[in-house]
């Protein structure tokens, strides 16, 4: 089946801190992988996404990189703000028989301290 | 701007009422999609749908169910609502296959 594995929470970081968040899945098929954000009282915005191997996905200097070898979508950045405090969500979408269905990690909740 | 808006924002009810959330969204998606997220658990499926009069089960279904009578709409209803209901929900469509989700702000719900 499919599933997704994100490290778990809380993390903490100063200002100008690199940060990693990582993201390991299961897949029956070739997925499209995708990072949410969730900042305090809102619904999910998408960050980013990479639809095939060794994609690179990126967006307001965060970046996450399709590893199909290793069946991983880390995300990182490599200096954090105040305003990046959120919980994020690394997703995927196989394409098959429940097309256009999400998987959800469990979400990771980062916190950044000036 | 096209949008998605869920209402109410919160709502409190009692065990064993029926309680209907609503979803409408402006983008005119034919994919639409009910979550809950709870902590520890992440977004969950509960129901979603590929089109007007079109409705599939997602993984969490069990008391709820929804209806689609158009492209906008999306409402789900805790049939009689159970104290481990009590969650956030959020409503989120698509444009199409495999394109990124558009959220709502999500409804608070409190079952006592």
């Known amino acids: 089946g499919n599933s997704v594995t994100q490290m778990e929470g809380p993390v903490t970081l100063s200002e100008e801190a690199f940060l990693t968040i990582n993201c390991t899945y299961t897949a029956t098929g070739y997925p499209s992988l995708f990072w949410y954000v969730q900042y305090p009282g809102e619904g999910l915005q998408l960050l980013l996404k990479a639809t095939k191997a060794d994609d690179k996905g990126s967006n307001k200097g965060f970046e996450a990189t399709y590893r199909k070898e290793t069946t991983s979508f880390h995300l990182e950045k490599g200096s954090v703000q105040v305003s990046d405090s959120a919980v994020y969500f690394c997703?995927?979408?196989?394409?098959?028989?429940?097309?256009?269905?999400?998987?959800f990690g469990r979400g990771t909740q980062l916190t950044v301290w000036p | 701007d096209a949008e998605i808006t869920q209402s109410p924002r919160h709502k409190i009810t009692e065990t064993g009422r029926q309680v209907t959330l609503a979803c409408h969204q402006t983008w005119n998606h034919n994919n639409m999609f009910w979550y809950r997220q709870d902590l520890g658990h992440g977004l969950r499926l509960i129901h979603y749908?590929?089109?007007?009069?079109?409705?599939n089960k997602g993984e969490v279904s069990d008391g709820y169910s929804v209806s689609r009578s158009n492209t906008e709409d999306l409402p789900l209803t805790l049939e009689s609502a159970a104290s481990s209901q009590t969650s956030v929900y959020f409503c989120?469509?698509?444009?199409?296959?495999?394109?990124?989700?558009?959220f709502g702000n999500g409804t608070r719900l409190t079952v006592t």
């Open positions: 997703a995927l979408s196989e394409r098959g028989s429940t097309l256009g269905r999400l998987y």
């Open positions: 989120a469509s698509s444009e199409e296959t495999f394109s990124p989700l558009h």
């Open positions: 749908s590929y089109g007007v009069h079109d409705t």
